[in-house]
């Protein structure tokens, strides 16, 4: 049980104490890309290695113990009080998509670390250990694996992934012998359930709700569950200006038939959304009719019974549409992920403290996927929506936070975490 002084040291942290520095090492971790004009960190490049020895030093400094771990997670642990047994994990991914924003993960990290650093100097031990996590892969950018890091954490590393190849054919599996990982270490990497007192994660919104409702933060109560595919249409290809329009075995434009039947069919249900965000025509010209298209398909809601559904109803609509047009059409799965409700006992943790902030608590799902999801079942989940500015803009150079709303999330989660227990 923490003192009386403790709760009051959490209730009289000031305004301005975080912001401007949660903005300070986010904008230095933004440096270091992959791209000359634009950021991008995708699982083990050269850039990849550098920010994650940058949070290593950081969280070092800050008074943790911290290390990188076979799969790329950046762990920096605070002992809690004489006779804690369990870990509380806060934290996020520090890789990013391509063209990213500056704060998709990093706020989490470094929102963590900045409170982390505060208990040190302070000198406040909880009654539980507190584990820094940047975890090394959730986008899925490089291999179409996400959750890699938080992954192996939980317990729940995809195995299958090991296959997986990026752009230049370079499998995980060779990529993780290279830095000499083998499965033995990623598996020993699992945390036993019962030694975790449960995870907490900060994150920016990445989308709209928040910043039209005027509330700086806001409790995810679940995060959407997600399934992701490659379709792949095979038609042939011609003479753009020799085979008429009704012998056509156009794959595109089978492909462009199957865009608009996800957007129709999940445009259906409310809690449930389809993308198609990558569109591919190998050797295409100007001249040819396409042969061949490649295209993703991710689908996603809160309800994984809608979910399915979608799935079931759009491979049928795919298989129709390659059968009308004469075109064959493979749909591959890639990953599927459940949706994750976050804790009561979390939800309730993060309300009290947004309220004696003096914020009017509110709930709101997350459609997007999060490290958080892979720890669902294993211990409760927690997770504080940051508001998004311009717009609700995420996964681009235009997205943002205020700092005043960083410097808030961080006095609430310094509440959340000398009150938890």
């Given at each position: 049980m923490l003192?009386?002084?403790?709760?009051?040291?959490?209730?009289?942290?000031?305004?301005?104490?975080?912001?401007?520095?949660?903005?300070?090492?986010?904008?230095?971790?933004?440096?270091?890309?992959?791209?000359?004009?634009g950021l991008m960190c995708t699982y083990f490049s050269s850039v990849h290695k550098v920010v994650a020895a940058q949070l290593r030093d950081w969280?070092?400094?800050?008074?943790?113990?911290?290390?990188?771990?076979?799969?790329?997670?950046?762990?920096?642990?605070?002992?809690?009080?004489?006779?804690?047994?369990?870990?509380?994990?806060?934290?996020?991914?520090?890789?990013?998509?391509?063209?990213?924003?500056?704060?998709?993960?990093?706020?989490g990290i470094v929102t963590a670390l900045v409170v982390a650093e505060y208990l040190h100097r302070a000198g406040l031990r909880l009654p539980f250990h507190l584990d820094i996590v940047a975890f090394s892969e959730e986008e899925g950018v490089r291999f179409s694996a996400p959750y890699l890091?938080?992954?192996?954490?939980?317990?729940?590393?995809?195995?299958?992934?090991?296959?997986?190849?990026?752009?230049?054919?370079?499998?995980?599996?060779?990529?993780l012998l290279k830095e000499g990982v083998d499965l033995a270490a990623i598996r020993a990497l699992a945390r036993p359930p019962k030694t975790l007192r449960g995870y907490l994660e900060v994150h920016i919104e990445q989308g709209p709700v928040l910043l039209d409702r005027g509330l700086p933060v806001g409790i995810v109560t679940s995060i959407a569950g997600s399934a992701r595919f490659r379709v792949t249409i095979e038609g042939v290809a011609g003479h753009a200006g020799t085979v008429p329009m009704a012998l056509r075995r156009d794959a595109v434009a089978a492909a462009a038939e199957i865009v608009l039947a996800v957007e129709r069919r999940c445009s259906a249900a409310a809690d449930l959304v389809g993308t198609v965000g990558q569109l591919a025509v190998p050797h295409g010209l100007i001249n040819v009719i396409p042969g061949r298209c490649e295209l993703s398909l991710d689908v996603?809601?809160?309800?994984?019974?809608?979910?399915?559904?979608?799935?079931?109803?759009?491979?049928?609509?795919?298989?129709?549409?390659?059968?009308?047009?004469?075109?064959?059409?493979?749909?591959?799965?890639?990953?599927?992920?459940?949706?994750a409700p976050c804790a009561a006992s979390m939800q309730s943790a993060l309300a009290a403290a947004i309220a004696r902030?003096?914020?009017?608590?509110?709930?709101?799902p997350s459609g997007a996927g999060h490290d958080g999801e892979m720890f669902a079942g294993v211990t409760d989940i927690g997770m504080l929506f940051v508001r998004c500015g311009n717009g609700g803009i995420s996964h681009s150079p235009l997205e943002t936070v205020t700092v005043d709303d960083a410097d808030l999330a961080a006095r609430i989660l310094v509440d959340v975490l000398i009150n938890l227990d």
């Amino acid at each position: 049980m923490l003192s009386h002084q403790a709760r009051q040291a959490s209730e009289c942290v000031a305004p301005g104490v975080f912001g401007e520095r949660i903005f300070d090492l986010v904008q230095q971790l933004g440096q270091h890309s992959e791209l000359p004009d634009g950021l991008m960190c995708t699982y083990f490049s050269s850039v990849h290695k550098v920010v994650a020895a940058q949070l290593r030093d950081w969280m070092r400094s800050a008074g943790l113990t911290a290390e990188i771990d076979p799969v790329g997670n950046v762990v920096g642990h605070y002992a809690g009080a004489p006779g804690a047994t369990q870990t509380l994990l806060v934290g996020s991914h520090y890789d990013t998509v391509a063209n990213a924003g500056l704060f998709d993960g990093r706020l989490g990290i470094v929102t963590a670390l900045v409170v982390a650093e505060y208990l040190h100097r302070a000198g406040l031990r909880l009654p539980f250990h507190l584990d820094i996590v940047a975890f090394s892969e959730e986008e899925g950018v490089r291999f179409s694996a996400p959750y890699l890091g938080s992954g192996a954490i939980a317990g729940r590393f995809d195995e299958n992934a090991l296959a997986r190849r990026d752009l230049n054919n370079i499998s995980l599996a060779a990529v993780l012998l290279k830095e000499g990982v083998d499965l033995a270490a990623i598996r020993a990497l699992a945390r036993p359930p019962k030694t975790l007192r449960g995870y907490l994660e900060v994150h920016i919104e990445q989308g709209p709700v928040l910043l039209d409702r005027g509330l700086p933060v806001g409790i995810v109560t679940s995060i959407a569950g997600s399934a992701r595919f490659r379709v792949t249409i095979e038609g042939v290809a011609g003479h753009a200006g020799t085979v008429p329009m009704a012998l056509r075995r156009d794959a595109v434009a089978a492909a462009a038939e199957i865009v608009l039947a996800v957007e129709r069919r999940c445009s259906a249900a409310a809690d449930l959304v389809g993308t198609v965000g990558q569109l591919a025509v190998p050797h295409g010209l100007i001249n040819v009719i396409p042969g061949r298209c490649e295209l993703s398909l991710d689908v996603r809601s809160s309800d994984d019974t809608t979910c399915e559904a979608a799935i079931s109803d759009l491979c049928t609509e795919i298989e129709q549409i390659a059968s009308r047009r004469r075109v064959s059409a493979t749909v591959a799965e890639l990953s599927r992920h459940r949706a994750a409700p976050c804790a009561a006992s979390m939800q309730s943790a993060l309300a009290a403290a947004i309220a004696r902030a003096g914020v009017v608590p509110f709930y709101l799902p997350s459609g997007a996927g999060h490290d958080g999801e892979m720890f669902a079942g294993v211990t409760d989940i927690g997770m504080l929506f940051v508001r998004c500015g311009n717009g609700g803009i995420s996964h681009s150079p235009l997205e943002t936070v205020t700092v005043d709303d960083a410097d808030l999330a961080a006095r609430i989660l310094v509440d959340v975490l000398i009150n938890l227990d």
